[in-house]
């Protein structure tokens, strides 16, 4: 009998929100339907604004909170209507909400990462229970918080007696490495498509470089990449999560002011150039004998990128992780719909060698239909 869960994501792309509805019930998740909404570009300005410090920025946040609930609401009817599904066949949603900001450890020891979110609102306009707040228990106990895909990772791609990669690449990019002996690791490799997508916005009034193209058209700027390389949180061990609080535009434009003026198609290819070097050199730290590197996320979907991967991984073959049977777009919603029902189950839903928590915990809260 199908046990039905949606999962909802937005991630630090800001592209949109991703929704799947998804069985289960067996031993790997199936996803039966996939539905993606893009945020309008107010929204998008907004979520973006409240990265960082402002001017009332508690009520805009409050609103925001709102907002998101709505579209996530509007996302989950689409998808039930493609599906042909009630609203009372669906268990729950898993619903992250938004990072705007993400300090673990910082400050007073715990510190915060804080994700925009209506869960009460969600449940309310959708009549379907919400698991929503996923990562503070696990920074209660001591951990990051982040990232908690890898666990998901081993239960749909994890292999017995098989090292297997599997490297998101959203906004921020994160590894997990599956081990043969069933254990695993995970953490935030570096900037993703965050950067290079600002530089696009900024410089073509385009979301994104379509395909890479932008940047195969530059030449990359020795200079500047080893400045960018040169980032402390790119040396550092894991356990280690980052995001747009330190690969923000401000921290770019600071490293640009530092060289003599360069061509925008240059600095873009700079960029690739750099999210391509992290992920690799995490790959090649952790790879152990790996035979493959599964790619998920919007940039799976960058030729450019999955090509300067393959390039600096000769020994490994880079593939989007459609070829393990789950479409790189669906790869992370379908992981919150996952951790939406381990918390109904009161099972573990962290994995401490990937957050640095004191053990593992059950994650999130729940908001009843």
Same mark, same amino acid.
């Given at each position: 009998?199908p046990?039905?869960?949606?999962?909802?994501?937005?991630?630090?792309?800001?592209?949109g929100?991703?929704?799947?509805?998804?069985?289960?019930?067996?031993?790997?998740?199936?996803v039966?339907?996939?539905h993606?909404?893009?945020f309008?570009p107010?929204?998008?300005?907004?979520?973006?604004?409240?990265n +960082?410090?402002?001017?009332?920025e508690?009520? *805009?946040?409050a609103?925001a909170?709102?907002?998101?609930?709505?579209?996530y609401?509007q996302?989950?009817?689409?998808?039930l209507?493609q599906?042909?599904?009630?609203p009372?066949?669906?268990? +729950?949603i898993?619903a992250h909400? $938004?990072?705007?900001?993400?300090?673990?450890g910082a400050?007073?020891?715990t510190g915060?990462?804080?994700q925009?979110?209506?869960?009460?609102l969600l449940?309310e306009l959708?009549?379907?229970?919400?698991?929503?707040?996923? *990562?503070?228990r696990d920074l209660?106990?001591g951990?990051?918080g982040?990232?908690?895909?890898p666990?998901?990772?081993q239960?749909?791609f994890?292999?017995?007696?098989?090292?297997a990669l599997?490297l998101?690449i959203?906004?921020i990019?994160?590894?997990?490495v599956?081990?043969?002996?069933?254990?695993?690791?995970g953490?935030?490799?570096g900037p993703?498509?965050?950067l290079m997508d600002h530089?696009? $916005?900024?410089?073509?009034?385009? +979301?994104?470089d379509?395909d890479?193209a932008w940047?195969?058209?530059?030449?990359v700027?020795? +200079?500047?990449?080893?400045?960018?390389?040169?980032?402390?949180y &790119?040396h550092q061990?894991?356990?280690?999560?980052?995001?747009?609080?330190l690969?923000h535009p401000?921290w &770019?434009e600071?490293?640009?002011?530092?060289?003599p003026?360069?061509?925008?198609?240059d600095v873009?290819a700079?960029l &690739?150039e750099?999210?391509?070097?992290?992920?690799?050199a995490?790959a090649?730290s952790?790879?152990?004998?790996?035979?493959f590197l599964?790619v998920?996320?919007g940039g799976?979907?960058?030729?450019?990128?999955m090509a300067?991967?393959q390039a600096l991984?000769?020994?490994?073959?880079?593939?989007?992780t459609d070829?393990l049977g789950l479409?790189a777009? $669906?790869v992370?919603a379908?992981?919150?719909?996952?951790?939406?029902?381990q918390?109904?189950h009161?099972l573990?839903?962290?994995?401490?060698?990937?957050?640095?928590a004191?053990g593992?915990?059950?994650l999130?809260a729940?908001?009843?239909?």
């Amino acid at each position: 009998m199908p046990e039905l869960y949606i999962g909802l994501m937005s991630g630090t792309s800001l592209d949109g929100v991703d929704a799947v509805l998804a069985d289960l019930s067996g031993p790997r998740c199936r996803v039966l339907h996939h539905h993606a909404a893009a945020f309008a570009p107010g929204m998008r300005a907004e979520l973006l604004a409240l990265n +960082a410090s402002g001017p009332d920025e508690l009520h *805009r946040a409050a609103l925001a909170a709102n907002a998101l609930a709505r579209c996530y609401a509007q996302a989950v009817h689409a998808l039930l209507a493609q599906a042909g599904c009630a609203p009372a066949a669906v268990r +729950a949603i898993g619903a992250h909400g $938004q990072t705007v900001r993400h300090r673990p450890g910082a400050f007073d020891g715990t510190g915060y990462t804080l994700q925009l979110n209506n869960p009460a609102l969600l449940a309310e306009l959708t009549g379907i229970c919400v698991v929503a707040d996923l *990562r503070s228990r696990d920074l209660a106990a001591g951990g990051q918080g982040a990232p908690l895909v890898p666990a998901f990772h081993q239960q749909q791609f994890g292999q017995p007696g098989q090292d297997a990669l599997v490297l998101n690449i959203g906004g921020i990019a994160n590894l997990s490495v599956l081990r043969a002996d069933g254990s695993v690791l995970g953490f935030d490799c570096g900037p993703g498509n965050a950067l290079m997508d600002h530089w696009c $916005q900024q410089h073509l009034g385009q +979301a994104f470089d379509r395909d890479g193209a932008w940047a195969a058209s530059g030449r990359v700027a020795p +200079a500047l990449l080893a400045l960018l390389q040169a980032e402390p949180y &790119l040396h550092q061990a894991p356990p280690k999560s980052t995001g747009r609080d330190l690969f923000h535009p401000g921290w &770019l434009e600071q490293h640009l002011r530092a060289l003599p003026p360069l061509p925008a198609a240059d600095v873009q290819a700079t960029l &690739l150039e750099l999210t391509a070097s992290a992920c690799a050199a995490s790959a090649t730290s952790y790879k152990n004998n790996s035979e493959f590197l599964a790619v998920c996320g919007g940039g799976a979907f960058n030729g450019q990128l999955m090509a300067r991967l393959q390039a600096l991984l000769p020994g490994l073959r880079v593939q989007p992780t459609d070829t393990l049977g789950l479409p790189a777009l $669906q790869v992370e919603a379908a992981a919150f719909a996952w951790l939406a029902r381990q918390c109904l189950h009161g099972l573990p839903g962290n994995l401490p060698s990937a957050t640095g928590a004191q053990g593992a915990r059950v994650l999130g809260a729940i908001y009843p239909a």
